[in-house]
């Protein structure tokens, strides 16, 4: 029985980084098939909130005597797609860790194409959930249907859903899933604070504003209006003799929000979920170098 378990390893150790990557990514793929309920539940989650949400908010999008509420609502789409993709994957590296620990420690694979099939695997839903509840909620509270406007909506929301993954992975992959969860809230309120929705960015005091420039939810704010509140965009509809918010960009302009280009934007959102994987795969291997001593 040795003997068969060494056979494996050195087997194992003979492969490729490529070719332990795509075994690994394919147990991953056969393990979300075979136990699919919280896929499912997430779609199902994405799906029912933004019915939900469109049906509140039914056409508020260009209605000018509804633009506060809109921008609500739109301060919502990004809180809900934070959240629910951020907490549910908390859980994945402290499941896996005891199995994960004792297959690595074999030398049955390494630690990148491990770290790399777990990432991918999820990236499926992280593209259908966020691109369904945009569909949706965005639709049905008639914000404009402009290609533009629309493309980068859905790339904004995209990438703050690929986001708040790597915050969940980051924090679930540091500490175990109990803290974890409440982690995830309390380091994302000052995120929330300095993002632009409940102060304006130019009345923010002067020695907060270095954690308006750090708040990747101010560039995914700034990003989803500068999108639906761009592109030299009609007036909008107005049935009293006077509407304060009908032209667009005076929206923009009071909300101090033209200050960064979207190209900006998509850079730093970038820029975070790098920075956030990295911080990810160094915490994995630490925590390997203190079980190897």
Not at 20 to 36: P, T, V
Not at 142 to 159: A, K, T, V, Y
Not at 184 to 207: C, D, Q, R, T, V
Request: glycine share 4%; aromatic share 16%.
């Amino acid at each position: 029985m040795d003997e068969e378990s060494n056979l494996a390893n050195e087997t194992f150790r003979e492969l490729s980084i490529w070719e332990q990557q795509k075994i690994l990514l394919l147990r991953s793929f056969i393990c979300i098939m075979r136990d699919n309920i919280m896929t499912k539940l997430r779609f199902a989650a994405h799906v029912i909130v933004a019915l939900l949400l469109g049906s509140i908010f039914y056409d508020f999008g260009n209605d000018a005597n509804k633009v506060t509420s809109n921008i609500s609502c739109i301060f919502f789409f990004l809180l809900f797609l934070f959240f629910a993709n951020s907490l549910p994957v908390v859980q994945i590296f402290p499941v896996e860790a005891s199995v994960f620990y004792r297959e690595h420690l074999n030398n049955w694979y390494n630690l990148l194409p491990y770290y790399i099939s777990k990432i991918v695997s999820d990236l499926p839903i992280q593209l259908l959930c966020p691109s369904s509840f945009f569909i949706i909620a965005y639709y049905m509270t008639g914000q404009p249907m402009e290609r533009s406007s629309l493309m980068q909506g859905w790339l904004i929301c995209i990438l703050h859903t690929i986001l708040g993954q790597s915050v969940g992975i980051t924090v679930g992959a540091a500490f175990d899933t109990q803290i974890g969860t409440f982690l995830i809230p309390a380091l994302s309120i000052p995120m929330f604070l300095f993002a632009g929705f409940f102060l304006k960015l130019n009345e923010i005091a002067s020695y907060y504003q270095p954690f308006c420039t750090i708040s990747f939810f101010r560039y995914a704010f700034e990003g989803i209006m500068q999108a639906i509140y761009g592109f030299d965009r009609e007036p909008l509809h107005c049935t009293d003799i006077y509407c304060h918010w009908r032209f667009p960009k005076e929206i923009l302009t009071s909300m101090n929000m033209q200050s960064v280009k979207f190209h900006v934007i998509v850079s730093v959102m970038l820029a975070w979920i790098f920075s956030l994987h990295a911080l990810t795969y160094c915490t994995l291997r630490w925590k390997l170098h203190c079980i190897r001593k």
